[in-house]
């Protein structure tokens, strides 16, 4: 069993920065892959970034890439993700998941999931 917590989130201005942070408990996170999901009021939840349990492939969504990071620590059981050049756009409630059964980019093969933290871009 795997439980997530995400923090960080928080209102910025356009083009300013959030990281952030999804603390997980249990000894096996370091054998899962970890995701970020998005879902803004009205929409479905959409994939944003990916990570493998080793932390060495990284996978975005094209709407973030080269403006999101995704990272991990093993050590801390936590997953971060870093947010620059934000945009209106990007305003959502963000949510950690772990432990995917297949692909990386669909929501519904990911087996554990926090509660989100929101995320508000001012233009």
């Known amino acids: 069993q795997v439980q997530l917590v995400e923090s960080g989130g928080g209102l910025v201005q356009a083009g300013g920065s959030l990281r952030l942070s999804c603390a997980a408990s249990?000894?096996?996170?370091?054998?899962?892959?970890m995701g970020w999901f998005r879902q803004a009021p009205g929409n479905e939840r959409e994939f944003v970034a990916a990570?493998?349990?080793?932390?060495?492939?990284?996978y975005y969504a094209n709407s973030v890439r080269g403006r999101f990071t995704i990272s991990r620590d093993n050590a801390k059981n936590t997953v971060y993700l870093q947010m620059n050049g934000l945009k209106p756009e990007d305003t959502a409630v963000y949510y950690c998941?772990?432990?995917?059964?297949?692909?990386?980019?669909?929501?519904?093969?990911?087996?554990?999931w926090g509660q989100g933290t929101q995320v508000t871009v001012s233009s």
């Open positions: 998941a772990a432990d995917p059964s297949s692909s990386y980019y669909p929501a519904d093969t990911y087996r554990y």
């Open positions: 249990g000894r096996t996170f370091s054998s899962y892959a």
């Open positions: 990570i493998k349990w080793s932390g060495g492939s990284t």
